[in-house]
Structures are given as structure tokens and as C-alpha cells.
């Protein structure tokens, strides 16, 4: 059978669609924008990364960046917005770090491999509880919130609120008894949050909000008043609440600030929302229609982040990737530790490259099945 071909031979000195689960793809616009600053930033005679994060031209534009965030999320001023370093895989130990009391527990819900390895951390600082797994399906499906056995006495209940890896994605913003604190790495600013429930929300920013090199926290303050004293003093929410404590990932902070710039220019995280909606029902209605490709993860808990599938026949899928990136689809690989096919549609994913996709998928279907 004839391979599909792609009808012109793609260019890689041309941006093409760029499916990675992270670092991701990023707005185009934002891109050339930095692109058009970086020597000479602003009038300051320097580029944006020689400056000072003292200066007056690093004070707007982190004030800027904050601004944008609490208009897309709506955070009133009890929300601290933080710009921390270390990735999430730091939040999994500063979470229990500062939260979880000597004489208490946490109770850990575990819908996928980022769940697991952030109750694993917590272990290392205090008893952690399995509130809730669906590891025994493969992390197929995510128990239902009203079966989750919660300790009411629980300093925290931590959750994933998307799970990169494994494709899936709860379907809402739970309010319990005890503060929920949230790993959103992969779907931060992908659409609105009902921020009721929460104390804490972390997210390494390189899918949805900026380049990797920065974290972004958002702390309620009645929430961080919970924390411990007499914590190391990077580690120490509280310090970063306060003040600029050390140099911050200044050029990471900057491309937030434009990326947020470009969120609220397409009409903020509602209007996203249902273009990520309709990117997501795009490529599952393609994965569902035929038995050729297999949604890994059950319909009710599928992510619209992180489509994760695998052919019938997994020996072709090493063939589907490479032919892929001959078409110009980039980094379609399922994560070392599962395998098989993932497409990450990140907010800057347009719905071009879902269609190209899409498109591909027929083809290939044609060709080999
Ligand atoms: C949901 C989630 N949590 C944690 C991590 C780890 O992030 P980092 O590499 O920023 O520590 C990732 C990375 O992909 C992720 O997707």
C-alpha cells in the first residue's frame, strides 16, 4: 500500500504544528513580538534579559503580567500571585513542605503518573493519604468527586487537574471540606476556574502560559495563614507573597505577559474554552470513528488538553509518527512510560493544525488500514 505523501515537502525553517505536551507551542504573535524586542527592549538600551529585575522596566512588566492573570482568572486580592522556579515537580514538595503539619495528614487524589509522583514527595515530609486512585484502570477513568474517601481533617486534598501523561482531565473545579490544592499544569488559563475551592494552584508555565523557566502559584491568603513557620526561605510561600525576594526568571515573566496579552486580545479564557472544546471533539470524533485509532481514556474523562490514542495495530504506530512529522506534525509521541500517540492542543494549537491532523489521520487510515 502507498504511504500518504504530503503534497509539498515541509520546511523546517517554517514553524510547523507543533503537538508537544510541553514545552509546548506558543503564540505566534508572541513570538515575533520578542523577536522584534529582543536586542533593545522599550527604549532602555538593553535587552529585556540585561536588565535589572529591580528596574522600572522589569517593575511593568511583571505588573503587567499580574494584571492580565487576575483579569483571565478573575482572582480578587486575597489570590497572591507567585513566580516561582523549580518547575511543578518543586510544588510536590513545597506544597507538603509548607501545609502538611507534623501532627496531620493530606489527602492525595491520584488520576494519573503526576498525582502519584506528587503524593510520593508528600510521603517524604508527612503521611499522605489515597484519597481516591483509578491507577488499578491505568488511570483510565477519574473516581467520581462524591466516591473520594476524604479525611475531614485533611490539612490539604491535592489533585491533577489535567494529567499530561495519561489524557485525562476532571470535569470540575470540586469545593470540599478542607482546602483543595491543585496541580494545572496542563491546563492552566485553558479556560475559566472556579476558584471556590481552592488554596493553592500550581503550574509549571511551559504549555499553556509562557516558556518553561517559571511556575506560576496562585495562593489564597486565608490558605497560606495555614502554613508552617520557620521554613527555609525560598521554600517559604510566604516570602514570595511579600516581596521580590531573588532574581525571578525575568525573560520567562516577560513572555507570560505577552502570552497573557494575547489570551485577553482572543477574548479571554471563555473564548478559549470553546475553541479548545471544539479542537478537542475534532480529533476525538477522528479517533472514535472507525476502529483503527483507540481513545486510551474513557469519553467522560478525556482531557481537551492531552488527546492521548493508539492504532490497532501498535506496530504501526512508529510509522504514523514518522510520517506524521514528514507532514509536518511535530511531536505526536505518547510519553516514555505509556506509549502509543498524544496530541497536546494547547491554547496556541489553532484549529488549522487540528484539521492537518485530522486530514492526516484519514490518510493514513486509507493507506494502512
Ligand atoms: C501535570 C504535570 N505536573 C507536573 C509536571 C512536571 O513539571 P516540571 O517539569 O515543570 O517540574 C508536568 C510536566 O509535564 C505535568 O504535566
Redesign the pocket.
Known amino acids: 500500500m502507498p504511504a500518504p505523501r504530503p503534497s509539498v515537502p515541509v520546511d523546517r525553517s517554517q514553524r510547523l504544528y507543533n503537538f508537544s505536551?510541553?514545552p509546548a507551542t506558543l503564540p505566534e504573535a508572541a513570538l515575533l513580538e520578542a523577536k522584534d524586542e529582543l536586542p533593545v527592549y522599550d527604549h532602555v538600551g538593553a535587552s529585556v534579559m540585561e536588565i535589572s529585575h529591580r528596574s522600572p522596566a522589569y517593575d511593568e512588566i511583571e505588573a503587567s503580567a499580574r494584571e492580565h492573570l487576575r483579569a483571565l482568572l478573575g482572582l480578587d486580592d486575597d489570590w497572591h500571585i507567585l513566580f516561582l522556579q523549580?518547575?511543578?515537580?518543586?510544588q510536590?514538595h513545597q506544597v507538603p513542605l509548607n501545609f502538611l503539619p507534623e501532627d496531620g495528614s493530606a489527602d492525595y487524589v491520584v488520576t494519573g503518573r503526576?498525582g502519584k509522583?506528587?503524593l510520593q514527595e508528600a510521603r517524604k515530609i508527612g503521611p499522605a493519604r489515597v484519597a481516591a486512585s483509578s491507577e488499578h484502570e491505568e488511570f483510565r477513568s477519574i473516581p467520581p468527586v462524591d466516591t473520594w474517601d476524604l479525611d475531614p481533617d485533611a490539612a490539604y486534598v491535592h489533585t491533577?487537574t489535567?494529567?499530561?501523561?495519561n489524557g485525562n482531565q476532571l470535569r470540575s473545579d470540586p469545593v470540599l471540606d478542607v482546602p483543595v490544592v491543585t496541580?494545572a499544569?496542563?491546563e492552566m488559563l485553558s479556560r475559566p476556574m472556579d476558584l471556590e475551592g481552592y488554596g493553592l494552584i500550581y503550574a509549571?508555565a511551559?504549555?499553556n502560559i509562557g516558556p518553561?523557566g517559571v511556575?506560576l502559584v496562585l495562593v489564597h491568603d486565608a490558605f497560606l495563614e495555614r502554613r508552617k513557620q520557620s521554613l527555609p526561605t525560598m521554600l517559604d510561600y510566604g516570602t514570595h507573597a511579600e516581596r521580590r525576594y531573588n532574581t525571578p526568571p525575568v525573560f520567562a515573566i516577560y513572555m507570560v505577559e505577552k502570552v497573557c496579552r494575547w489570551l485577553r486580545n482572543r477574548g479571554g479564557l471563555d473564548a478559549i474554552h470553546a475553541i479548545n472544546k471544539r479542537k478537542a471533539r475534532t480529533l476525538y470524533e477522528k479517533i472514535d470513528e472507525t476502529d483503527f485509532y483507540r481513545g486510551t481514556v474513557a469519553p467522560a474523562a478525556r482531557s481537551i488538553m492531552n488527546v492521548t490514542f493508539r492504532l490497532h495495530d501498535p506496530d504501526l504506530e512508529p510509522v504514523f509518527l514518522k510520517k506524521a512529522e514528514e507532514h509536518g506534525l511535530l511531536s505526536l509521541k505518547g510519553h516514555r512510560s505509556v506509549g502509543g500517540i498524544r496530541a497536546s492542543l494547547y491554547n496556541a494549537m489553532p484549529e488549522d493544525g487540528v484539521d492537518a491532523l485530522v486530514q492526516f489521520m484519514d490518510e493514513f487510515e486509507r493507506s494502512y488500514g
Open positions: 505536551a510541553g523549580g518547575g511543578a515537580r518543586m510536590f503526576w509522583k506528587a491533577t489535567n494529567e499530561t501523561v496541580d499544569s496542563s509549571g511551559q504549555k518553561a511556575t
